[in-house]
């Protein structure tokens, strides 16, 4: 068997090890590990260097130290309160609205994601603090959920994004620059949610209740109890852009910034402190394993040059650009049901950006890849809120298990259209997400 061969073939092994449930960083180290085996035509020598050479150079990306820092951001900002703090100021101004309420969770999903980074943390933390207040004010148990699930995508799309930092690593770009394109694209998805919520409501009366609407005065001050979220997401995402630090460093100081704003507002003691640091340990721990199958994997798939002879297929067939980008955005679409969004990402990129990058949209390589990121991004989002094994519906339902999965995966619905709709506008108008970078 050639070492092509052995690539493609790897890549079957690789799927049905993840549809027996085997852990996806496990299964790429050992599909990577086999055919590195093979390829040497059973020298274990060659392949145990490789193993230790590749650890440490995996690990030792100064890149990668980004992601603890803003997992430990969003533990702080967990154990601080300002999820609480982001969903009464946002209740307070759109709560009295016909699923004024369920907007409200949207809203604080987007402004908890520019200090988290994660969409699962961002999930879990709003349905603590907005699920309660949903079903006080006669929220259906399908709608709230699928809301709450929808929202919690936002932790990954509006910046600063963990999955944009693995992206902007395998593709060598600009972190800043990737933040700041996803910027308008996120305010665009928390826009549409709230629209679809509108939709919703109206589609089914029932679904939502209604509540008084809050005096001016308290809602001014509801707002106010929101600055440490203003000022943290400034410093950090307006200081990377700047220049005035990397965006290592601003991870470091976001953290750090968190931080003290949980322990001046008194809510953060020895037992916590050390509760956030374990969190982010075991986090930290399951992504650098996971970016370790994948480097190893893709390391062996370069070695079989799978990347490459697919790039030179697509071309020779003479397809056109959007119809390889619309397979491609599909793909992950399909897949994005079956497996989490930093697998997908730490699997595909390294396969499909060559594809890409070969191809000609009318825009220059740096834009191309920036581009082609928020909308990965984008679509591997969709696939957290996806029905069957959609991560942020199990996560939301485990939290409320009154509500039947199948409520939710009825409502959510609603949501993925949401999403593609999205999808295809930014597909059609790259400027959307390419006007705020520097020319």
Request: contains cysteine; proline residues 5%; hydrophobic residues 55%.
């Amino acid at each position: 068997m050639s070492r092509l061969q052995l690539g493609f073939w790897s890549f079957l092994v690789l799927l049905g090890m993840v549809f027996m449930r085997a852990p996806i960083g496990l299964a790429m180290l050992l599909c990577g590990f086999g055919g590195w085996y093979y390829a040497m035509n059973g020298n274990p020598t060659p392949l145990l260097a490789k193993l230790k050479s590749e650890t440490y150079t995996t690990f030792s990306s100064y890149s990668l130290s980004i992601i603890p820092m803003f997992l430990l951001m969003g533990q702080f900002a967990t154990i601080s309160g300002m999820s609480k703090a982001l969903f009464k100021a946002a209740e307070s101004f759109l709560g009295h609205r016909r699923g004024g309420v369920a907007m409200a969770a949207v809203g604080a999903c987007a402004g908890f994601g520019a200090i988290c980074g994660s969409s699962l943390a961002t999930a879990a933390t709003m349905s603590r603090v907005a699920l309660p207040e949903l079903r006080r004010y006669g929220y259906s148990g399908g709608f709230s959920t699928a809301t709450l699930a929808a929202g919690g995508t936002l932790g990954i799309l509006i910046p600063p994004s963990v999955i944009l930092v693995i992206y902007a690593i395998l593709t060598e770009q600009n972190i800043a620059k990737l933040f700041l394109a996803a910027f308008v694209p996120g305010i665009l998805a928390a826009i549409g949610y709230m629209l679809t919520i509108s939709l919703y409501v109206r589609l089914y009366p029932n679904s939502a209740g209604t509540r008084e609407p809050v005096p001016m005065a308290e809602r001014w001050k509801a707002l106010g109890s929101t600055w440490p979220v203003l000022v943290i997401f400034l410093v950090v995402v307006g200081g990377i852009y700047l220049g005035w630090f990397t965006p290592t460093e601003g991870s470091a100081i976001g953290a750090a910034g968190t931080g003290l704003v949980a322990l001046l507002s008194g809510s953060l003691n020895w037992a916590g402190f050390k509760e956030a640091l374990l969190g982010t340990a075991k986090a930290t721990a399951m992504i650098f394993f996971i970016v370790l199958g994948a480097s190893f994997y893709n390391g062996f798939l370069a070695l079989s040059g799978v990347p490459q002879v697919m790039a030179d297929w697509v071309l020779t067939q003479g397809f056109s650009p959007w119809v390889v980008l619309s397979v491609i955005l599909f793909f992950y679409l399909i897949f994005g049901c079956l497996m989490d969004s930093l697998s997908m990402i730490l699997l595909t990129v390294p396969i499909f950006f060559p594809v890409i990058s070969a191809m000609d949209f009318g825009m220059s390589p740096e834009h191309l890849a920036i581009w082609f990121g928020i909308l990965v991004l984008i679509v591997v989002e969709v696939g957290l809120i996806t029905p069957p094994v959609g991560m942020n519906l199990f996560i939301i339902n485990a939290m409320d298990r009154e509500t039947p999965m199948t409520e939710t995966y009825k409502a959510v619905m609603f949501f993925v259209g949401s999403d593609i709709l999205r999808v295809i506008l930014l597909v059609l108008f790259p400027a959307i997400t390419l006007f705020l970078l520097p020319s």
